[in-house]
């Protein structure tokens, strides 16, 4: 049997890369994954680890192949809530949404509900469950994701790996 020919990515610093065309039209015109730029299709971690736990894509460095433990170590080094971010990462593509970094809105990820053709609908912070929050950062978060017409939603990961999702929001008397 005819095996299917595996898309390689290589590592950069904090993110993989290709120039593959196969990852062009499937990972990111089809599924929306990474971010093209001049040619060459950049994943960050956590979406290299997701794909690479899936059998999806090959990640080397240099000729070495990466095993998906060690791109977790890479990613801990780099990120202490990589663990965490990664729980609620592939929860989220799991269940068929498109995760983008949130960083510009102050939060974690941006999440649409298909595809990228319309505005994402949440905002989500990743919190472990010990996590100690003080009512200025929750607030803060709110009043961004409100202003940009988002809902917030908080992410808690438990000590099982559990992810539970609160949506946080204004309420008016």
Known sequence: MEGKLMIVFYLSGDRVFSTDQN?????YNKR???????GKLFLSLLEATYLVERGKIEVRDGKRKLTVEELMNLGRERDELFDAKYLVYKDLRDRGYTVKSGLKFGSHFRVYRRGMDEHSQWLVWV??????LSPNDITARVRVAHGVRKN??????????DVTYYKVEWTKF
């Open 127 to 132: 919190l472990p469950e010990n996590s100690r």
């Open 32 to 38: 929306h994954f990474g971010k093209l730029v001049e």
């Open 152 to 161: 917030m939603i908080m992410a808690i990961v438990d000590e099982d790996a």
């Open 23 to 27: 990852a062009i039209n499937g990972l």
